[in-house]
């Protein structure tokens, strides 16, 4: 599937309007129709896989992206200060939540976490704004495999004395992450399993 170019029609855009029931199957869609692709394939983790989530397909579409960030701000403690992720596959999350989050009225700013300190100006590892000492962030994370990008933006914001109990993600593949995160003593959730993305592609005639 591929997206299209003509202007929606008003009955067509549904990101903005359905309820989180709803929306959740439509985003769903996305991922089974946009992202997820079957055939030989090298991670970012370095494993093979015969299947990958090209996750940008979705979080960079343009009612993905609203349904994301609708979809992942009721997820948040309600204490949350900011959301953060590493980037760059963590940058379309954190956004769309910190837009969402104004028009829910509870302004959530976004964090975003550099694989290595820029070499100028600051040279800082975080970008966004400054928080106040042990403000409580929650890392977001696109796909989740060995679960080691996300695991790095919990150590660098805690390195600058944020606290993180809680990693969101828009997709587990079930390769260990959780696991991870169990054993790091962070809470970990995700929107989607890849078996529920695997089942939708095929019962949509992919």
């Known amino acids: 599937m591929t997206y299209p170019t003509e202007t929606p029609t008003q009955s067509d855009v549904w990101a903005a309007t359905v309820d989180l029931t709803t929306l959740r199957h439509k985003l769903l869609d996305l991922f089974s129709q946009l992202a997820y692709q079957e055939g030989d394939f090298v991670l970012a983790s370095g494993l093979r896989s015969s299947y990958y989530v090209n996750k940008m397909q979705v979080t960079l579409h343009p009612q993905g992206a609203l349904a994301i960030g609708r979809l992942l701000l009721p997820l948040l403690p309600i204490d949350t200060q900011a959301v953060a992720g590493l980037t760059m596959g963590a940058?379309?999350?954190?956004?769309?939540?910190?837009?969402?989050?104004?028009?829910?009225?509870?302004?959530?700013?976004?964090?975003?976490?550099?694989?290595?300190?820029?070499?100028?100006?600051?040279?800082?590892?975080?970008?966004g704004p400054s928080l106040p000492e042990g403000a409580k962030v929650v890392v977001l994370e696109d796909v989740v495999t060995t679960g080691q990008s996300a695991l790095k933006a919990v150590e660098r914001l805690k390195a600058v004395g944020?606290?993180?109990?809680?990693?969101?993600?828009?997709?587990?593949?079930?390769?260990?992450?959780?696991e991870l995160y169990q054993s790091a003593g962070l809470n970990f959730e995700s929107l989607f399993s890849i078996e529920e993305i695997q089942q939708r592609y095929r019962e949509l005639g992919n």
Do not use: F
Not at 162 to 178: E, F, H, P, S
């Open 91 to 127: 940058d379309p999350l954190v956004t769309a939540v910190s837009i969402v989050s104004v028009y829910e009225k509870r302004t959530i700013p976004a964090l975003i976490i550099r694989k290595e300190a820029k070499g100028y100006g600051t040279k800082a590892y975080i970008e």
């Open 162 to 178: 944020y606290t993180v109990n809680q990693i969101i993600a828009l997709v587990d593949r079930k390769q260990g992450g959780a």
